[in-house]
């Protein structure tokens, strides 16, 4: 799992455990207050998370829940793994 569990997509699946269900434009709002980062990203995370959240559903991590993400089991053993 670690090698897999990049750190955005760690960012991303805290997220998701944190805010609950959100859509890719959610988990970048929840991301950046979350952390204070939206200087630092400068308009990019929107794309970084839509480029990320398919990955993390193609790993089992997140599952659709209409149009939003939800953190799957294995999504929370992946971050538990890396704690």
Do not use: N, Y
């Amino acid at each position: 799992m670690a090698l897999h569990l990049t750190a955005p997509r760690r960012r991303i699946l805290e997220v998701l455990r944190d805010c609950g269900p959100r859509t890719d434009a959610e988990i970048a709002e929840c991301w950046m207050d979350g952390d204070g980062s939206a200087d630092q990203w400068d308009g990019r995370l929107p794309g970084l998370v839509s480029r990320s959240t398919w990955k993390l559903e193609f790993l089992g991590w997140i599952d659709a829940d209409g149009d939003r993400w939800k953190l799957t089991s294995i999504g929370s053993a992946a971050l538990a793994a890396k704690a």
